[in-house]
């Protein structure tokens, strides 16, 4: 991803950098949070008050400054089925599956947190480089067919005049925020290409789509609102109701962790910072329980609104607690008016952050990588696409796995000798577990080795349970030919290992706590060693 780096200013920001990347971000976050409402099968201002508390919360208690969090499409594809099944546990016409998306939230939010309080946010290490260039090459594909959306009409791709409408005023807006930051670095480009495209559009009487008309063309009326009021979901409150909810809610903490941690890490690279993973977990969990209580859709990280923010020049939590403040304000007096912006205008700013998420460096190390990398970047990115987030990185994660057994497997292998006194000598090299066994088994020559053998494991480890019974099964080989076996350099824990499992195990086990014995005379051994019988 060393392309994006070149993209985004290393500054460390400042309060006017905050402020205006909070500004755009607010913008851009309306269209969002009403589209994604609208796929998981909820009214706009659910999805605007869910963008809201993510924001704010986030901003104020989360583990990375800059980054935006709100309502996302990851999640409102899970929302949407969950959504469906309460409305037909309740009464006819009495819409209850979003009083069931609300008692949902109060469990994905205590999953989050108790994920953070136990310190599970550690584990995002785990994933692959791979896997995060796949991640965030299939989040800008997603993003950038989203927006495609925004060229259709019932269903139809407009055509004629609208169509060159449309496309020229997502040029202009992009042709805008190319040339501002060459023109002055500081100015909030975005915001700048927002407005003046809205008053081109506005004063000039052009005839496109508006966030108004988006609104209605999907059945809303608009994003006048109030305040959040709290209320009790109201659904029963029984075991059926838990054995209901609880998947849903695994599946949707899940998702908005793994989405969340992800976007930490892509903007903890793009800005030389480092964010805090297990402090974001318990931030993402209060903010979606707050939602469970207030009417909102939950959500989590959003990447596009995170990219808009730091390429804005937002790097503080001012970013996120003025982007929510907006968002807010945008609600309760000046709808109206930001029902007037084009969609032209945040098409064009979606797109500038499709080119500045996508990992364009995949294309300079597609032959310079191991191939299984390039095989799991390509995975993670389709799965991404096709289905979400949370199937392509553990599967990616899992298939990095296993080529990595595959490959540490291979590098098992033995030096062996026999010494002045006719004893057989191993050196093993390289990790012994569950798959390197068989390859282990395949360097020992039972039948015809010496009355007495010595494994040596001063340059290898024994790993697991695996590896514990390949060594008793050798052991057995040897006896049953009338030779003993020995193990030497084994380190504490493997002896530990040893230990623990020595019912499973009969081996002599040569100790050596130091670790520094010469391989010359076995008489010393018999001398200097302590001998244990397991």
């Known amino acids: ?151 259709q009409a019932d269903g139809a791709w407009i055509q004629g005049e609208p169509l060159w409408i449309m496309a020229g005023l997502v040029a202009l ?39 108004l008309s988006f609104i209605q063309t999907n059945g809303g009326t608009g994003i006048q609102g109030g305040l959040p009021i709290f209320a009790i979901p109201q659904v029963p409150f029984t075991w059926a109701t838990l054995v209901f909810v609880t998947p849903y809610a695994l599946i949707l903490a899940a998702i908005g962790l793994i989405e969340s941690l992800m976007t930490l890490t892509l903007i903890d690279e793009l800005t030389d910072t480092h964010g805090h993973g297990n402090r974001e977990c318990v931030a993402q969990g209060i903010a979606n329980f707050t939602n469970g209580l207030f009417g909102g859709m939950g959500g989590c990280a959003m990447i596009g609104q995170s990219i808009i923010n730091i390429t804005s020049g937002g790097r503080g939590r001012l970013s996120g607690i003025v982007a929510a403040a907006a968002l807010l304000f945008f609600i309760l007096f000046t709808s109206t008016y930001i029902e007037m912006i084009p969609i032209a205008a945040l098409v064009g700013v979606m797109f500038i952050v499709v080119i500045k998420t996508f990992a364009w460096s995949t294309f300079n190390i597609v032959n310079k990588i191991p191939k299984w990398d390039v095989a799991v970047i390509a995975l993670v990115t389709f799965l991404t696409v096709k289905y979400d987030l949370a199937i392509a990185v553990i599967c990616g994660v899992i298939i990095s796995t296993l080529i990595f057994a595959w490959q540490n497997a291979l590098r098992i292998r033995a030096r062996k000798f026999v010494d002045e006194h006719g004893i057989k000598h191993y050196q093993i090299y390289g990790p012994l577990f569950f798959a390197s066994t068989s390859l282990f088994l395949s360097k020992f020559d039972v039948k015809d080795d010496p009355n007495e053998v010595i ?80």
Do not use: W
């Open 1 to 151: 991803m060393e392309a994006n780096h070149s993209l985004v200013s290393k500054s460390a920001g400042s309060i006017q950098g905050d402020i205006f990347s909070g500004l755009t971000v607010a913008l851009a976050l309306v269209p969002e949070a009403v589209a994604f409402s609208f796929v998981a099968g909820v009214s706009p201002m659910v999805g605007l008050y869910g963008a809201f508390m993510m924001c704010i919360i986030t901003a104020v208690l989360g583990g990375r400054p800059g980054m935006i969090s709100g309502a996302t499409v990851a999640l409102a594809v899970v929302m949407v089925n969950l959504v469906m099944d309460g409305n037909a546990l309740g009464a006819p016409g009495a819409h209850a599956g979003v009083q069931y998306l609300f008692f949902t939230l109060l469990l994905v939010g205590i999953f989050q947190g108790l994920a953070g309080i136990f310190k599970l946010g550690k584990f995002i290490r785990m994933v692959p480089r791979s896997v995060m260039m796949g991640f965030v090459n299939g989040l800008a594909i997603v993003i950038f067919l989203s927006q495609l959306e925004m060229f």
């Open 173 to 211: 807006t992009m042709g805008i925020l190319y040339i501002v930051p060459k023109i002055h670095a500081k100015s909030p480009g975005a915001l700048i290409a927002i407005i003046a495209v809205s008053l081109l559009v506005i004063f000039g009487g052009i005839d496109t789509s508006t966030v």
């Open 455 to 534: 494994v040596d494991f001063e340059e290898s480890r024994i790993m697991d349970q695996s590896a514990i019974e390949v060594i008793n099964k050798l052991a057995e080989m040897y006896q049953r030919e009338g030779k003993s076996i020995h193990l030497l350099h084994l380190s504490k824990d493997c002896v530990r290992l040893i230990k623990k499992a020595e019912k499973i195990c009969v081996v002599n086990v040569l100790k050596d706590p130091d670790y520094f014995v010469s391989v010359n005379d076995y008489r010393k051994y018999r001398e200097n060693l302590e001998v244990e019988e397991l």
